[in-house]
Every structure is written in structure tokens, then in C-alpha cells.
């Protein structure tokens, strides 16, 4: 609930509390979509950390911070130092005003458009984030409609809505927050009479309960909430009397736990992966060994020839024998005609020599792979029973692994384009413009992932996300798919609309292409209305 919008009322008023009299000394950043705004008063040094990535915003209070000495930006320094004035939150939305004596700084939380502003006395502006001219111009217009205050907000107009259905109250009041109206509907149990008055009492306890951080160590889930909150579940509890030490306790604890779920999971791979390369080595080797063992037949053969050199010509291409090893049975043996008789023994003798060699190299092979299998087996046991990031840490410097964090990856490329789901189950992705396209067709889309674009049409790319490859997936859900991808094209005003779709592996963007612009070596056409189906939920930042 960090982002929710009576916690951010809680925020800035013990904000204003803590950070009376301070002074805005300066503003940098040193990490994509982190801003930090440095306050002094009298030789005390304060920093308000503010995160505008767009699935995780929050402003967090801390008494230190390590500023880089290198690749570190400023921003706003024509503005600074200022002394501040006050903390503030719009009335009806998620927007924090920070109001210093020549300008304010606002906080928006606000999906992709999570930003920091800079707004000064004669209405220039500057964002943290670069953002579209005319995006700009909008925020600032839309400033000067709202009402900012300092107390809480007790939305007190609640009680006029007693009969609104539940699911309908938040539709009314945005600014609730999914978390409150689920606590409110298990408190209410089926009084939906009383509900307006139960989520009220919710409000009030936000604005005056300590505050909880819930640790689910089973599933490695952190919460923060009031005390009072039932729905998150939890092996641990952790209570503070204020929001601020509270959010530092869960912004270092959902860290710390992000980092072993990651960690975990890249464990995870490698050794998966490991173990079944190592297990189908092992299987081969020892089919190998078994095709192999031809030593002491070749090595009986040579000394056949020499035994029989009188019988053998050059030119000949076989000879008839007494076998010694096999009570003198006649055997056949193939000679080479170029050879001589007695070089047809070596030739022979090299072979069980080679036969040798070949054997004893697989078999070192074999019993390594072995041994190497038993280790890898044992550390993953030892990461099975992990519960540390230390544990871990020594895990992954056993095994060699290395851990790039600033790598981009396909949670990151989620944000980047429209999301849907669809029967609550499968997840389509639909690019926003030709780059966009670009990037969920080449970077972010898998092999087996369905791909859709309205067929003779500009539009956006679609994709269907894959991740069972082994389950057939309804008819149905590929026409909602496709009836979204055309809803997203210049068809999206057509009655019926050709729809072309394939699998991503299918989908070729050849050298010189324009941006959005790809080639299909095979598709199927589905006929559909271009519509965003019912069955159809669309995905948007909290």
C-alpha cells in the first residue's frame, strides 16, 4: 500500500513534520528513474528519495546517502539551494506539491507518466523524466484545477453513497485503492449496507494506526499496511509508530527479498540446466563406450594376418582363416588392397590401439561427468534448503554464475507496451507506435508466442504470450486476441476486419526495413470485429 493515496496523505504530513525549516541544497540522480533531493538545516542533512519507475514510485525519507563521485547528474541547480515551505497532496489524486518560496516540485504517480515537475512562479517547467512537449503542457494546465491540502483527507462524502454497490464505490472515489476496498469487503460480510461505513473507518485507521510491515517468508512477499489490516498474509509482523521508518524498513526488506528471488530463480536455471546437459552427457558416453569395445577383437584379427602371412598377397581384398581364439573356425577377414600383408596386421594392431585410446578417453570422460553430475547435485540440494542471500551469494560464486542487474529484462519491456489479459489467463502485449512494435516483435516476444497485425492495415503489433507451448490454446482466445489487434489498427472502425496471425519464429524484420515494418514466412487469417472482447481485462499501472 506504499502508493496508496491515503499513505501519501499520512506521508506528507509527517514529511512536513520531520523537514520543518530544511533547505533544498541540491538534486541529482545516479540510477534510471531515481531523483534525490538533498535538504539541510543548521549542518543536519536529510534526503528524500523519490522513485518515479512506473511500477514502483514511492518517496522515501533517509538520514544518509552515498552520493558517487562519478556518473552522477543535477538537476534543477538554477533553482537551488531554496528553502522549503510545505508538503501537500491534491484532494483527488496522487499527486504530492512540495512548495519551495519560487517554485514547486510535484510528485505524480501515474502509470508510465510517474513523474517529477518543476514548476516555478511564471508557470516554466522542467521534468525529471523527458517527457512529449504537449504532455508537459497538459500537466501543468491540469495543475491549477486541483485543491492541494495538508491534513488527511477523510473523504467525508462517503456517507452519502450508502447504497452504492461495493464493486461500484471505487469507480466514484479513485483515489481508494483496491487494498482498502478488499479489506472492507472481508469486514463486511455481506453488509453491503454498511460499507461506505466500514471503508470510512479503514481511512480513518490509515490515518492514525501504526504502521505494519508483513513478511511472508513462504512465498518471499513484503506488505505495508495499518496494523488493522487482515488481507495480506504473513509469517512475521513488524510495527512502527510512523510511516516514514516504517516504508525504510519495507523498501530494505522488499530489496533484500527481490534480490534472493532473483538470485533464486537464476540459481535455478543454471543448475536445471546443468544437470540435464550433465545427465544426457553421461547417457551418451556411456552409449559410446558400449559401441567401442573393440580392442581385443581388433588385436586378435592382426595376429591372425601375422600367423597367416603366407596366405596373404597384396591386392587381395579378404582372406579365409582358422580363428585360434574360436576353436579354429573358419573367419573371413577384410584386408586392404593397397596394403602389404604385414601392414594389414598393423593396420589392425592400430585399430585396437585407437579402440583403446577411444575407450579410455570416454570412460575418464564418463567418470568426470559423473562426479561432476554428484557435485552439482549436492549444491542443489544445499540451494533447495537456502533461505539467505549468503547462501546463495557462495552458491553462485561456486557455480561461476554472474549476476548482471542492469541487464534489461522482459519485466522491464512489459511496461513498454498495452497489456491485457484475457479470460483472466493469457496475457497479449500491443505495441504503441513503430518502435514500440519493434521492440515487442524482436525483443520481447518468444519463439512460440502467437503474433497478430491486421492484415492490408497500419496498426499494432499483438502478442500472445506462450508459456506452456504443450497446451493448445482455444480458438476463442486467439479471436479475442485478434479482435484486440485490430481494435489497435486503422480498422478499428470496420465491421469485420482480417486479422493475420502466426507464430513469432515466423516473423522475419529483414536489414533496412522501416521501423514497424516485418515480413511473415507463413500466416493464418482470422475474420474478426475489431473490439476490445468482454472477456478482456486491460492491465494499467496502480
Not at 579354429?328 to 604385414?342: A, C, D, F, G, H
Not at 542492469?406 to 505495441?431: A, M, N, P, R, S
Not at 491486421?454 to 479482435?483: C, M, Q
Request: glycine share 2%.
Amino acid at each position: 500500500m506504499y502508493k496508496n493515496y491515503f499513505f501519501l496523505n499520512r506521508l506528507i504530513i509527517e514529511l512536513n513534520h520531520a523537514l520543518k525549516d530544511y533547505v533544498l541544497n541540491s538534486a541529482f540522480s545516479q540510477e534510471k528513474n531515481k531523483l534525490v533531493l538533498e535538504f539541510k538545516n543548521d549542518g543536519d542533512i536529510k534526503f528524500i528519495e523519490a522513485s518515479v519507475d512506473p511500477g514502483f514510485p514511492y518517496l522515501n525519507l533517509r538520514d544518509s546517502f552515498s552520493r558517487a563521485k562519478k556518473n552522477t547528474i543535477d538537476f534543477f541547480s538554477e533553482y537551488l539551494p531554496a528553502k522549503l515551505i510545505q508538503f501537500e497532496i491534491a484532494e483527488d489524486d496522487r499527486i504530492i506539491k512540495i512548495s519551495f518560496e519560487n517554485f514547486d516540485l510535484l510528485f505524480s504517480v501515474r502509470g508510465k507518466y510517474t513523474n517529477l515537475h518543476l514548476i516555478d512562479k511564471n508557470n516554466n517547467s522542467l521534468s525529471f523524466k523527458d517527457e512529449e512537449a504537449e504532455v508537459e503542457n497538459n500537466f501543468i494546465a491540469e495543475m491549477k484545477q486541483h485543491n492541494f491540502i495538508q491534513k488527511f483527507n477523510d473523504t467525508g462524502k462517503l456517507s452519502a453513497y450508502r447504497s452504492l454497490p461495493p464493486e461500484k464505490l471505487r469507480e466514484v472515489f479513485p483515489i481508494l485503492g483496491k487494498e482498502i476496498i478488499l479489506e472492507a469487503q472481508r469486514r463486511a460480510e455481506n453488509k453491503n449496507d454498511e460499507f461506505p461505513e466500514i471503508v470510512s473507518q479503514i481511512i480513518s485507521e490509515i490515518g492514525d494506526r501504526s504502521i505494519t510491515v508483513f513478511t511472508d517468508e513462504g512465498s518471499n512477499e513484503v506488505y505495508i499496511s495499518v496494523s488493522t489490516f487482515s488481507i495480506f498474509p504473513f509469517t512475521k509482523r513488524t510495527e512502527f509508530d510512523n510511516l516514514i521508518e516504517a516504508l525504510n524498513f519495507y523498501l530494505a526488506k522488499r530489496h533484500s527479498l527481490d534480490d534472493l528471488t532473483r538470485k533464486k530463480k537464476l540459481v535455478e536455471k543454471y543448475l536445471t540446466k546443468s544437470l540435464d546437459r550433465t545427465a544426457s552427457k553421461i547417457n551418451n558416453l556411456k552409449s559410446q563406450l558400449d559401441l567401442i569395445r573393440k580392442e581385443e577383437e581388433y588385436r586378435n584379427i592382426g595376429n591372425l594376418l601375422l600367423i597367416n602371412l603366407n596366405k596373404i598377397r597384396k591386392g587381395m581384398e579378404k582372406v579365409e582363416v582358422d580363428d585360434v581364439y574360436s576353436d579354429n573356425k573358419k573367419i573371413i577377414i577384410k584386408l586392404k588392397p593397397t596394403l602389404s600383408p604385414r601392414q594389414n596386421a598393423e593396420f589392425y594392431f592400430d585399430k585396437a590401439k585407437s579402440e583403446k585410446l577411444s575407450f579410455e578417453k570416454n570412460y575418464k570422460l564418463l567418470k568426470s561427468s559423473e562426479s561432476e553430475f554428484k557435485r552439482l547435485s549436492e549444491i542443489k540440494s544445499r540451494f533447495d534448503s537456502s533461505d539467505s542471500i549468503e547462501q546463495l551469494k557462495e552458491i553462485m560464486k561456486e557455480l561461476k554464475i554472474k549476476d548482471n542487474v542492469h541487464k534489461t529484462t522482459q519485466e522491464d519491456l512489459k511496461l513498454k507496451f498495452k497489456h491485457y489479459i484475457i479470460e483472466g489467463k493469457f496475457h497479449l502485449y500491443v505495441g504503441k507506435d513503430s518502435h514500440s512494435n519493434d521492440l515487442l516483435t524482436i525483443k520481447f516476444a518468444k519463439q512460440n508466442d502467437y503474433w497478430f497485425h491486421a492484415r492490408g492495415v497500419s496498426g499494432s503489433h499483438a502478442v500472445l504470450r506462450i508459456d506452456n507451448t504443450k497446451e493448445t490454446v482455444p480458438k476463442n482466445i486467439l479471436k479475442a486476441a485478434a479482435s484486440i489487434a485490430a481494435f489497435h489498427s486503422k480498422a478499428k472502425t470496420a465491421g469485420l476486419a482480417p486479422v493475420s496471425y502466426t507464430f513469432k519464429k515466423y516473423v522475419t524484420k529483414k536489414k533496412g526495413m522501416e521501423p514497424g515494418k516485418v515480413a511473415l514466412l507463413k500466416e493464418d487469417v482470422l475474420l474478426v470485429h475489431p473490439e476490445i472482447p468482454a472477456s478482456c481485462q486491460f492491465i494499467t499501472e496502480e
